[in-house]
C-alpha cells in the first residue's frame, strides 16, 4: 500500500473512469462555460480592443476611438527614456528579488522541516504577512521606513549608525521596496517548498544516514533533487509575480514613483500614461510591450530552468 | 507512513463544503444587501439613504479627507438639517491624480456626480474637453450668488474662455507656519510676539541662521513621496521672480532659465548650509514641527488643525516676498457641475442651493485654513478674530496659479516631473543646473505629447 501511494515526483494522473464519462461530456464544457465567458469578456476582448486602441490616439475624456495614428504610439514609446527606464526598473526588480524569494524561503522551509517541534508556528509567521493586503504592508513599511524616527532609522541610531534615505534616495528606494516585497510574499513559496518537502520520503534520509551522509550531503543529494518540479514552479511563478510589480511601489510612493521616477516600474508608467494623462490608446500600447517582454522572459526562463532542472 | 503525511495536507473535504456553503451565503447577503440600499459609501460601507428618490438626491463627489473632511462633514449635515427632503449623497475619493481620473471617466460614461469639488488649476484639463457644464450668471444670482461676492481672482480664475465653469469656495495658498516659542529664542519676533514680514533673501538666510544657532532645526518642508510640495516652494520663488513657466495653454515651455538657476541656486544655499530640512514626507513634515524643536515650517495652510488640536505654540504668515513681489503660489477649491447626460433644471437648481449653503458656512471651512472665497464671510469680523488663519487673508489677493495646460494643475503631471526634479535640489543631490536642465527636460517631454483633451 504504502508503495503504491509513494509519489515518484508526484504528477498525479486522472484515469477516465467510463461510467462518469458521458455526463462529464455535458457537464465538462457546461462547468467551464461560465469560466469562458468571463475570460472572452474581460481577457480576450480588452486585449483585442488594446492591439486596436494601441493603433489610435484615443483618449480617456473624449469619446471614440480618436484618429487612426498607426505604428506612431509604438515610435514615441521607443523613442521615450521614462520609459525605458520604468522597463529596466521592472527588469532590475526581478533580477534582484527572484533569487532572492527562491533561496530564502526554500532555506527557511529546511530549516522549519528539520524541527520536530513548533513547526505550525514557524509556518504560520512566514506565511502571516502573505494574507495582508498591499495596502497595509504599505502603511508600515512607510512608518518603519520614516526618517529621523522611524522604526528603522530609530534602531540604527542606537547603535550610533546613520541611515539611508530609504524612500527619498533614487537609487535606493527601488532596493527598500524589494526588501518590503521579499518580507511580504516570502510565505507563498515558503508554503510551496513546505508541501514539496513534505513529499520526500522519509526513508531516502534514513537511508543516507545508515550510509552515512553528511546533512549538507542529505540537502544536496536528496532534499534540492527531489525538489526540482518544486524549484521550477517556484522560480517561474516568482518570475511573473516580479515582472508584474506595481501595487507596493505605487502605493509606497504615494503613486509617485519615488524621488526622481527612481523606483517607477513598467507598470506604474503604464498607469501614468493611460489614466493619469487620459492617453489610453498609448498606453495600450506600452501595456502591450510589457506584455510581449513578460511573455518572452517567461518563456525563455521555463525553457533554461526546465533544462537545468533535466541536466541535475 | 507517506501515505498518512499526504493525507494530511489534503483539505478535508466536508470543511471546504461548509465553507464554501458560508461564503456563499455571505456573499448573497452582500449582493441582497446592495440591491436594498442605493448608494455605496466609500468610507462607511454600504449605506441605506434616510428619504427621498430620483431628483430629490444629489449626489456629490470630493477629495477632502483629514480636518477638510470633517469640516465638509458638518457644512453637508447643516444642508442636510434645513433640506430634509433631499438626500446628499456624498463619496470622498483620494485626492490628487486619481480624484481625477475617476471623475473624468464617470463623466464619459454616462454617469457622472450631481455636483463635485475640483481645484480651479484642473479647469484647463476638464474644460476643453468639455465634461463641464457651464454656469449661467443669471441662475447664479437667482441662487443668491454674484460674481461681487467672490474673491476677484479665485473668480477669474474659475472662467475658461470666457465661460464660467466653477463656483470657487476658497483660496489656498503656500504659507509659513512659525513656532512662537522658538523663533522668541532666536530673537526673531518684535513686541507683539509677531513674526514680522520678512523680505529679501539675505533677511530669510540671516533669520534661518539665528534659528539654527538656537540648535533647533531652522525650516522644515518635505519631498518625499510630495512632488507638489517642492514645486509649490519652487513655483512660489520663481514668480516673485516674475518668471513664467508655460504658455500656449501648455504647448510652449518659457522657462527662463537665468531665472530658474537663481531660484534653485537659492534652494540649493538652504540645503547646502542645512538651514532647511527636507528629508520628510508629508506626515514627518508634520511630525517634526509638531514636537516643537522646528523654527518654520514651509505648506499649504491646510494643516492648522493639526498643530491647533496639538497644542503647539504657532503663528502662521504669508510665505516671505524673498524675490521682489509677495506673490505666492496657491490653487482653490471650487464646486463644478459636470457634464450631465440629460439637461435637468431642477437638479441643477438643487445643486446652486446646496452651493449656496455651504458657501455660507465658509466659517466653518476657513477653520481648516482655507481663505474663503465667499467674500461676506472673508470680510466678516468673526474671521478676522479667527487666528492664525487670518494672518495671511490678504494673500488670495497676490496668488499665483499653476499655469494652464492639459498636463497640469494640482496633483497633476507637471507638478510630479516639475516637483522630482526640484526635490533633489532640496535634498542637495544635485547642482541647480542640472535641476534645471532635468526641470526643462521634463516639461519639454509633457508638452510635446499629444493632447488628449
Known amino acids: ?312 | 507512513m507517506t501515505g498518512q503525511t499526504r493525507g494530511k495536507a489534503i483539505t478535508d473535504p466536508i470543511n471546504r463544503r461548509r465553507f464554501l456553503t458560508a461564503a456563499g451565503g455571505a456573499a448573497a447577503t452582500m449582493v441582497l444587501g446592495t440591491a436594498c440600499s442605493s448608494t455605496y459609501d466609500i468610507a462607511g460601507g454600504f449605506v441605506t439613504p434616510q428619504s427621498g428618490t430620483g431628483n430629490e438626491t444629489i449626489v456629490y463627489w470630493n477629495l477632502l479627507s483629514g480636518g477638510d473632511g470633517s469640516h465638509m462633514q458638518q457644512m453637508e449635515a447643516t444642508y442636510q438639517h434645513e433640506h430634509p427632503h433631499i438626500t446628499l449623497d456624498s463619496t470622498v475619493l483620494t485626492w490628487g491624480n486619481p480624484y481625477y481620473t475617476k471623475l473624468a471617466m464617470a463623466i464619459r460614461a454616462g454617469s457622472p456626480p450631481d455636483v463635485a469639488i475640483m481645484h480651479l488649476s484642473r479647469l484647463s484639463q476638464f474644460a476643453p474637453a468639455k465634461l463641464l457644464t457651464p454656469l449661467d450668471l443669471g441662475l447664479l444670482a437667482e441662487h443668491g450668488m454674484t460674481p461681487a461676492d467672490f474673491t476677484p481672482a479665485a473668480f477669474a480664475k474659475a472662467h475658461y474662455n470666457g465661460r464660467l465653469l466653477a463656483i470657487p469656495l476658497d483660496t489656498h495658498p503656500f504659507v509659513q507656519y512659525y513656532n512662537t516659542k522658538v523663533c522668541r529664542k532666536a530673537g526673531l519676533l518684535d513686541g507683539s510676539g509677531q513674526l514680522p514680514p520678512i523680505t529679501g533673501p539675505q533677511a530669510l538666510v540671516a533669520a534661518l541662521r539665528k534659528l539654527k544657532a538656537t540648535g533647533a532645526t531652522p525650516a522644515v518642508c518635505d519631498q518625499i513621496n510630495d512632488p507638489a510640495t517642492p514645486w509649490r516652494l519652487f513655483y512660489t520663488l520663481y514668480s516673485q521672480a516674475g518668471g513664467k513657466v508655460l504658455a500656449d495653454n501648455g504647448k510652449q515651455i518659457v522657462l527662463d532659465r537665468a531665472l530658474a538657476v537663481r531660484v534653485l541656486t537659492f534652494i540649493d544655499q538652504l540645503a547646502q548650509e542645512g538651514l532647511v530640512n527636507a528629508n520628510n514626507d508629508p506626515a514627518g513634515g508634520i511630525a517634526l514641527f509638531q514636537n516643537g524643536d522646528v523654527g518654520l515650517y514651509w505648506e499649504g495652510e491646510w494643516n492648522v488643525d493639526i498643530f491647533q488640536t496639538g497644542g503647539l505654540p504657532f503663528s502662521m504668515q504669508p510665505f516671505p516676498a524673498v524675490f521682489g513681489s509677495g506673490v505666492t503660489q496657491a490653487d482653490s477649491h471650487s464646486f463644478v457641475i459636470p457634464l450631465q447626460p440629460h439637461h435637468d433644471a431642477q437638479r441643477i437648481s438643487n445643486v446652486l442651493t446646496m452651493v449656496r449653503t455651504l458657501l455660507g458656512q465658509s466659517l466653518v471651512w476657513a477653520a481648516g485654513g482655507h481663505i474663503p472665497a465667499w467674500l461676506p464671510t472673508r470680510e466678516s469680523k468673526a474671521y478676522a478674530k479667527l487666528k492664525p488663519q487670518s494672518n495671511y487673508e490678504s494673500v488670495a489677493n497676490h496668488v499665483v496659479y499653476d499655469p494652464p495646460a492639459w498636463y497640469s494643475g494640482s496633483g497633476s503631471n507637471m507638478e510630479e516631473y516639475a516637483g522630482n526634479a526640484i526635490a533633489a535640489v532640496m535634498l542637495g543631490a544635485t547642482t541647480p543646473q542640472a535641476a534645471y536642465d532635468e526641470l526643462h527636460a521634463s516639461l519639454e517631454n509633457l508638452s510635446k505629447q499629444p493632447v488628449p483633451v
Do not use: C
Open chain 1, 1 to 312: 500500500m504504502s508503495t503504491a501511494t509513494l509519489p515518484r515526483t508526484a504528477q498525479p494522473v486522472s484515469r477516465p473512469r467510463r461510467g462518469r464519462l458521458r455526463a462529464g461530456e455535458l457537464a465538462g464544457p457546461g462547468f467551464v462555460a461560465p469560466f469562458l465567458i468571463f475570460y472572452a469578456l474581460f481577457l480576450i476582448l480588452p486585449l483585442v480592443l488594446a492591439v486596436i486602441m494601441s493603433l489610435f490616439n484615443t483618449s480617456l475624456v473624449l469619446p471614440g476611438l480618436g484618429r487612426f495614428v498607426g505604428l506612431h504610439n509604438y515610435g514615441e514609446l521607443f523613442s521615450d527614456t521614462y520609459f525605458w527606464q520604468a522597463m529596466w526598473h521592472t527588469v532590475l526588480f526581478t533580477i534582484v528579488s527572484t533569487p532572492v524569494l527562491i533561496v530564502l524561503p526554500l532555506f527557511f522551509a529546511i530549516a522549519v522541516h528539520r524541527l520536530s517541534r513548533g513547526q505550525w508556528f514557524f509556518r504560520l509567521a512566514f506565511f502571516l504577512p502573505y494574507i495582508l493586503p498591499s495596502a497595509v504592508i504599505a502603511l508600515v513599511w512607510t512608518f518603519m521606513y520614516e526618517p529621523g524616527y522611524g522604526l528603522i532609522d530609530g534602531i540604527l541610531h542606537f547603535f550610533g549608525l546613520g541611515a539611508p534615505g530609504w524612500l527619498s534616495s533614487t537609487t535606493l528606494t527601488l532596493y527598500s521596496i524589494v526588501i518590503v516585497t521579499v518580507w511580504w510574499t516570502i510565505g507563498f513559496n515558503f508554503v510551496l517548498f513546505v508541501a514539496g518537502l513534505q513529499d520526500i520520503p522519509r526513508d531516502l534520509y534514513e537511508a543516507a544516514e545508515l550510509d552515512g551522509a553528511s546533512w549538507w550531503a542529505q540537502v544536496r543529494r536528496i532534499t534540492i533533487p527531489m525538489l526540482g518540479r518544486t524549484i521550477t514552479l517556484v522560480a517561474v511563478l516568482q518570475v511573473i509575480a516580479s515582472l508584474k510589480i506595481f501595487d507596493q511601489v505605487y502605493l509606497i510612493t504615494q503613486g509617485g514613483g519615488g524621488p526622481n521616477f527612481g523606483a517607477r516600474v513598467a507598470l506604474e508608467y503604464i498607469y501614468d500614461y493611460g489614466f493619469t494623462s487620459g492617453r489610453v490608446g498609448y498606453g495600450s500600447a506600452a501595456s502591450l510591450v510589457l506584455f510581449v517582454v513578460i511573455l518572452v522572459i517567461s518563456f525563455a526562463w521555463l525553457a533554461l530552468v526546465r533544462r537545468q532542472e533535466k541536466g541535475v
